[in-house]
């Protein structure tokens, strides 16, 4: 049974900081493509930015250059670095993976961890 559990989310003021991470365990074979989405309440899930295996990255326009996505792949761990925060980022943040078990390359999700900014 493959897991992903997300830590690093709570409230901080605008312009602060936070540091998500992401940690994938179980019977896994092999990780692909990681990302971490969000979801602010009343609006569609969105993509914040993800992270191929040789780790080329890509971002939402709404976060580039405030937040660095990153993984160690020896940690099966993915990182979310989010600088600058302004309140729009308030959302329910989601951890994805695309992930070869015993059995077939799946879609995971985290059940996510809750960013509030807010003064």
């Known amino acids: 049974q493959v897991q992903l559990v997300e830590s690093g989310g709570g409230l901080v003021q605008p312009g602060g900081s936070l540091r998500l991470s992401c940690a994938a365990s179980g019977s896994l074979v092999n990780i692909g493509a990681m990302g971490w989405y969000r979801q602010a309440p009343g609006k569609q899930r969105e993509l914040v930015a993800d992270i191929t295996g040789g780790h080329d990255t890509n971002y939402a326009d709404s976060v580039k250059g405030r937040f660095t996505i990153s993984r160690d792949n020896a940690k099966n761990t993915v990182y979310l670095q989010m600088n600058s925060l302004k309140p729009e980022d308030t959302a329910v943040y989601y951890c994805?993976?695309?992930?070869?078990?015993?059995?077939?390359?799946?879609?995971?999700w985290g059940k996510g961890t809750l960013v509030t900014v807010s003064s």
């Open positions: 994805n993976a695309q992930i070869r078990d015993l059995i077939a390359t799946m879609d995971y």
